[in-house]
């Protein structure tokens, strides 16, 4: 248990000695915490170092310095040496780019007259869909002529755009 300690000798009756105080703190092996380490395209990940005390921080390359926190911007494994309790230890973390991309196409490709409407469809499997210039379902029909897109919401919170339609009536 954590604490302070200390030792008590009785040699003989009235004669006995006391040692000095010492303090036990317990250790908690540290971790990294990267908010799920997934980096959102034009995004960053701050990756903290999660620990109940450290004497010791040292990033490895690209980073540097002894902060407790460094924010990414690039894919990657990162690395800090850290060390307590006369412990040093080599922690890792992974940050990966989304696997996640929105892509959107016209479901028929005929032409279309003025009046009539076309539909588009969406990369399956986001969490949410807000068309430009109006909707929010995986596939979208467009009546007027105009430039389409969609920005789409995957997984992890990331929001992706999609390429653009133009839509021509006759």
């Known amino acids: 248990e ?14 006995g000695l006391v040692s000095n105080t010492i303090e036990v703190s317990e250790f908690t ?11 959102c395209p034009g995004g960053e990940v701050d990756i903290s170092i999660v620990s109940s005390s450290l004497d010791a921080i040292e990033w490895q390359s690209p980073f540097s310095g002894s ?10 494994i990162y690395s800090v040496i ?13 940050v990966e780019l989304t696997e996640y991309s929105v892509e959107i196409e016209v479901i028929d490709p005929e032409p279309t ?6 539909l588009i469809s ?3 499997g986001l969490e949410t869909y807000q068309w430009f210039p109006e909707g929010s379902e995986e596939e979208e029909w467009f009546t ?15 929001e992706l755009s999609s390429n653009q339609i133009e839509i021509n009536f006759e």
């Not at 954590?2 to 004669?15: D, H, S």
């Not at 105009?146 to 990331?158: A, K, N, R, S």
């Open 122 to 124: 969406a990369t399956p």
């Open 2 to 15: 954590p604490g302070l300690y200390f030792a008590e000798v009785e040699f003989y009756e009235g004669c």
């Open 144 to 158: 007027e002529n105009g430039t389409v897109f969609v920005v789409g919401i995957d997984e992890y919170g990331c």
């Open 113 to 118: 007259c003025d009046g009539d409407s076309i």
């Open 67 to 76: 902060d407790t926190v460094q924010t990414v911007t690039e894919p990657g």
């Open 82 to 94: 850290v060390t307590g309790c006369d412990v040093e230890i080599e922690l890792f973390i992974e």
């Open 29 to 39: 092996t540290p971790f990294l915490d990267g908010s799920n380490a997934v980096l």
